[in-house]
Each structure stands twice: as C-alpha cells, then as structure tokens.
C-alpha cells in the first residue's frame, strides 16, 4: 500500500513539476534559484499529505494553490537583510530566440509588482484560474481578487504601455 502511493507521488510529482517551476519563475519574477527553491517545497508539502491529496478530485490544482501561498508565505517571512536585483545573473537561453526582450521586459515588469499582486497575475492570467478558485487559494474574498485584478493590470500597463507589440519587436 505504501509503496503503491509513494509510486503515485513519484508519478505525479515528475509530471508537475516543469509546470510548477514555470508557474514559480513567474511568481519570483524571474529567480530561477527561489523558484526551484519553493517548488521543492512544495512538492515536500504534497509528499506529506498525499494520502489526502491524491483523493481530491484535482490534485494539480491543489500543487498550484500550495505553491502560491508558499511563495506567499515566502514574501512574508523574507529576511530585511535580503535586497532584490533587476539584474538578471544567468545569460539569456539561445533558444528563446527573437521573444527574449519581451519575457525579459514582462519578468522586469512582474518584479515590481508587489507579491500579492503577483500571485493574482500568475493565478488568474498564467494558471488561467477563476476569481473564486483564486480567492481560495489566496485565502482572500473573490471582491478582493476582482479589485486586486482591476488595479494590477492598470498598473502593468502604467509599466508596460498599451501596446507590448513595440517589446516584441526589439
């Protein structure tokens, strides 16, 4: 019985994990370290409860709520010694080929946003969730999310401008 679960954990963990990453380099903005840092966490939470977890009826939206409130968790609990860079250290992938100014400037723009912000983004644009299932997993009201969700794309375009064609193109 036990191995048969660790087996389903293993399973499910190889087949999340690059989407949970993914999900996580946009929450950090671009930190590949914390991103790879809270995934592992994440996925440690996941190993813990999986008994319960592999019942729910959607055990990949349940890792997806778990990351965000630990990358949440995360910003709360962050060290007043620790300061945030707009360098990026790690050279550009050649394979993300003519797209790169665009990532580099939406990463940049995600960054200055405040992490529950954030969280909203990647939530409701990225993860494609509803306002309710993103109020859940923030532990907030859905009147929170939609007010949230209205200020945070202002203030993306504040950032960004109305049209992103001109960061495609660069």
Same mark, same amino acid.
């Given at each position: 019985?036990?191995?048969?679960?660790?087996?389903? %954990?293993?399973?499910?963990?190889?087949?999340?994990?690059?989407?949970? %990453?993914?999900?996580?380099?946009?929450?950090?903005?671009?930190?590949?370290?914390?991103? *790879?840092?809270?995934?592992? *966490?994440?996925?440690?939470?996941?190993?813990?409860? =999986?008994?319960?977890?592999?019942?729910?009826?959607?055990?990949?939206?349940?890792?997806?709520?778990?990351?965000?409130?630990?990358?949440?968790?995360?910003?709360?609990?962050?060290?007043?010694?620790?300061?945030?860079?707009?360098?990026?250290?790690?050279?550009?992938?050649?394979?993300?080929?003519?797209?790169?100014?665009?990532?580099?400037?939406?990463?940049?723009?995600?960054?200055?946003?405040?992490?529950?912000?954030?969280?909203?983004?990647?939530?409701? %644009? =990225?993860?494609?969730?509803?306002?309710? &299932?993103?109020?859940?997993?923030?532990?907030?009201?859905?009147?929170?999310?939609?007010?949230?969700?209205?200020?945070?794309?202002?203030?993306?375009? &504040?950032?960004?401008?109305?049209?992103?064609?001109?960061?495609?193109?660069?």
């Amino acid at each position: 019985m036990r191995q048969r679960r660790a087996d389903e %954990y293993a399973e499910f963990a190889a087949a999340r994990a690059g989407h949970l %990453y993914r999900s996580a380099c946009l929450l950090t903005a671009g930190d590949t370290h914390l991103a *790879e840092d809270l995934v592992q *966490e994440t996925l440690g939470r996941l190993y813990v409860s =999986w008994g319960r977890v592999s019942r729910v009826g959607n055990p990949a939206g349940y890792a997806q709520t778990v990351l965000a409130r630990t990358f949440l968790a995360h910003q709360r609990k962050r060290s007043s010694t620790e300061r945030a860079t707009d360098v990026l250290p790690d050279l550009p992938d050649e394979r993300a080929g003519q797209d790169m100014p665009l990532r580099l400037t939406l990463l940049e723009a995600l960054g200055r946003l405040p992490a529950k912000d954030r969280a909203v983004v990647v939530l409701r %644009y =990225w993860e494609d969730r509803s306002i309710e &299932e993103t109020a859940r997993a923030m532990n907030a009201s859905s009147a929170a999310v939609r007010t949230r969700c209205v200020r945070v794309l202002g203030r993306l375009r &504040e950032l960004l401008g109305e049209d992103l064609s001109d960061y495609a193109r660069s």
